[in-house]
């Protein structure tokens, strides 16, 4: 049963209930309870998201910010997921961050071009939060969120109507990008090699700004994270195949919030292989087990086709993360995540967690090592260095299939 919660993670329902027992768990009321007979709403919006129940007629609004306008707190920390791993922040902190936003829901299609969908769009493509009045119509609910993919989000509630109180600041390059005629991918392509990270390219695809004008679409939130990750993956992907193998074994490593990161680079062409150890006691783990679960998936040189549904959106995270550092150091390698998660990641986050922990990987210097047997046998120590650990890198050779490939290099 629990190695079933560990691919579905909540999202897929695979154990034919209507919710998740796990999730539903998670729910405790936000601080911002007492505003619960409020009728309106004037402030800050950061972001917007887009729901998925009832595709393609979905709900979708902007993200606000729930704290007092005379707060000294800055909006723009509240979506920012590389500041909150810069900052170091804790499990604690970041729920205590989201439990301030406010999701607005507004039943709209995904290929609707109302007022308010365009008033959400130009949301989105600003460069810092935008003032915003919304009228409701109900109470919110201040019950917290949780997902795997999703960062949590506190308070909800439907809106009838939306005023955009001020001139979206709309960067000019941003601005001529969505506005030309070309599909979504070239479109998102443009916009990561402007410098705008991941999270606002999802954003910006999720709005329904991107692609040709005939096909333009809002794509749900949580839908558009792990496309972006895969675009952009894709993009670098095929620049880091052109260039030469590393020289050597290196093996990078990260801890954040109980997710321990070990990644391997070897000298070979690229392909891609990804590991998460579930402790007992983490999130989608029964407490109860004697031994940690191990999860696997695998792409080789060409890519994949399917959907990498034993982990879901971690995958296409920590890839991307490592295809940024490869295409840095202007190299390929075959690639080995080891991502262990241990009890006290205990509420899931989102993928933000992932990406970030293994893109910090790649800021320290990786130890090198000449022979693929030592650069496993310091993985294999680090693995048994982990408090409760009764893995060794024997378990992950019997299920991998790049350490049971022989190569030249290998003798």
């Known amino acids: 049963m629990y190695r079933l919660c560990i691919v579905c993670k909540g999202s897929r329902l695979l154990c034919g209930r209507k919710t998740c027992p796990l999730l539903v768990a998670l729910k405790q009321k936000t601080k911002f309870a007492d505003f619960a007979n409020t009728t309106e709403y004037f402030g800050p919006s950061t972001s917007v998201f887009v729901g998925r129940i009832g595709y393609p007629n979905v709900r979708v609004g902007p993200m606000s910010i729930l704290e007092s306008l005379d707060s000294d707190v800055d909006p723009g920390r509240f979506e ?18 989201r439990s301030a936003t406010l999701r607005s829901k507004h039943g709209e299609h995904i290929k609707s071009r109302s007022n ?34 999703l960062r949590p989000t506190g308070a909800s509630v439907n809106v009838e109507t939306m005023k955009v109180t ?48 005939s096909a333009q679409k809002m794509v749900p939130t949580r839908w558009s994270i792990t496309a972006t990750d895969d675009i952009i993956f894709k993009k670098l992907a095929a620049q880091l195949k052109e260039y030469p193998t590393v020289d050597a074994y290196y093996v990078y ?87 262990e998660i241990h009890p006290r990641y205990s509420v899931p986050l989102g993928v933000w967690v992932v990406r970030e922990t293994a893109r910090d990987a790649f800021r320290h210097r990786g130890e090198k090592f000449e022979t693929k047997s030592e650069a496993l046998e310091y993985i294999d120590a680090r693995l048994r260095a982990k408090e409760g650990m009764p893995l060794g890198i024997k378990d992950f050779e019997t299920l991998s299939k790049i350490l049971r490939q022989k190569r030249l290099t290998d003798f």
């Open 116 to 149: 308010f969908v365009s008033d959400m769009l130009e949301i989105a493509l600003a460069q810092q939060p935008v003032d915003v009045e919304l009228t409701f119509k109900n109470k919110p609910s201040f019950n917290l969120s949780f997902s795997d993919v």
């Open 166 to 213: 001020e001139n979206p600041k709309i960067p000019k390059k941003v601005d001529r990008i969505v506005s030309d005629d070309i599909k979504a991918v070239e479109a998102a392509h443009g916009l990561y090699d402007l410098g705008l990270d991941v999270y606002k390219v999802s954003t910006i695809l999720s709005s329904g700004a991107l692609g040709l004008s």
């Open 80 to 97: 920012e997921p590389s500041e909150w791993f810069a900052q170091g922040l804790g499990m604690d902190k970041i729920v205590e961050l």
């Open 253 to 339: 490593e990260s801890s954040y919030m109980d997710n321990h990161f070990l990644i391997l680079l070897m000298p070979s062409l690229f392909e891609y292989e990804n590991f998460e150890v579930w402790f007992p006691g983490s999130i989608w783990s029964d407490a109860s087990s004697q031994r940690p679960v191990i999860v696997e998936e695998y792409e080789g040189f060409t890519g994949r086709k399917k959907y990498a549904a034993n982990e879901g959106g971690g995958y296409y995270a920590a890839r991307l993360a490592v295809a940024e550092a490869l295409h840095k150091m202007k190299r390929q390698a075959g690639v080995i995540v080891f991502r």
